[in-house]
């Protein structure tokens, strides 16, 4: 699908000083820049990490239009966010809500375009490696989020799909042509996803 990996983009092997950057220094990082402006509550600060994190990909390689590049169901809902904000007379949260939201995206997307899924994963899971005096598995935690990485794009991407299909057939129109494929592209998806957890063996909770 063509946009599956739109909101938190794809690995690529590179060369730039965030791709041989340290994994548990990336988190740090990605802390660094979306705790300020979410903190602080101000336009500026949400500007200025806006620009400090586009300023980190683009060192390392990443343009800003490919950083950017988080699909339109995103941009969308940030318009409409900014729009009410807007028009409630309040454009200082326009741009600090909107603006925040892009900037942890952006900032995830820093870990997940300059990292494979699998070692951001194995970092997760050994940086949470304390939590287990509370009975928390961190493997299975780490494995959480895998998922959420995997089925949030995905599903953005089907509905993407749905609605490219619907207009090549001049039907766009019709939210059940929409609706219909993405439910159905969920529900396998999922059945996908159980079967290759339980390959893996993972506990059932009847068991």
Known sequence: ????????????PGEGWLFRLGTGAKYLLLLAVTIPPLAAGTWWVTAAALAVVLGLLWTSGITPVRALRIGWVLWMLLAVMAAYHLI???PTAAVVQSGNILVAVLAARMLTLTTSTPVLMDALARGLAPVRWLRIDPQQVALA?????????????????ARDAARARGRDRNPALLLTPVVVG?????????????ARGLPDDGA
């Open 1 to 12: 699908m063509n946009a599956h990996a739109s909101l938190l983009g794809l690995y690529e």
């Open 88 to 90: 409630s007379l309040n």
């Open 186 to 198: 969920a529900v396998a998806y999922a059945e996908r996803t159980g079967e290759a957890l339980h």
């Open 145 to 161: 989020v895998a998922l959420m990485i995997r089925s949030v794009p995905y599903l953005i991407g089907s509905i993407d799909d």
